[in-house]
């Protein structure tokens, strides 16, 4: 199948499958006469798993880790993608809290705020965030 085919199948822009082929992450099974890429069923699955692993959070260089699992299972073992994955799952716990500190202290500053039509001089917001409460 063409470029356009696997788009259209795997629900991944053109341009998207590009830059995972400059990536390393999709090798199109072969290259026609007139330099075309052709992709295999096999290339289907690959760029689905791809988008599922991008769906999960993983990142090119976390997704190339499960790739490398998966193309070759027996040389590996499945505590390399729990590791993988209990990694990712710590990194978006952190990303949580930051978040969630983030919106306690805009609701801080939101509730603080009396959104009037004075002059931002006495705007509170604006005053913290110079004082760096």
Do not use: W
Not at 11 to 29: D, M, V
Not at 88 to 98: A, G, H, S
Not at 104 to 119: A, D, I, P, R, W
Request: a neutral charge; one cysteine or more; aromatic letters at 6%.
């Amino acid at each position: 199948m063409k470029i356009g085919d696997l788009e259209k199948q795997s629900g991944i822009s053109a341009h998207t499958l590009r830059y995972y082929e400059k990536s390393g992450l999709l090798k199109p099974s072969k290259r026609g006469d007139n330099n075309y890429r052709h992709y295999s069923n096999e290339d289907l699955i690959t760029a689905k798993f791809i988008k599922r692993s991008k769906a999960c959070g993983f990142s090119l260089a976390e997704t190339s880790s499960l790739l490398a699992i998966k193309t070759d299972k027996s040389q590996h073992v499945c505590a390399e993608a729990k590791a993988i994955t209990h990694n990712k799952l710590q990194e978006i716990e952190e990303q949580i809290q930051r978040l969630e500190q983030m919106k306690e202290t805009l609701s801080k500053l939101h509730h603080y705020c009396c959104g009037g039509q004075e002059s931002a001089e006495f705007c509170s917001i604006i005053s913290a965030l110079e004082e760096g409460e």
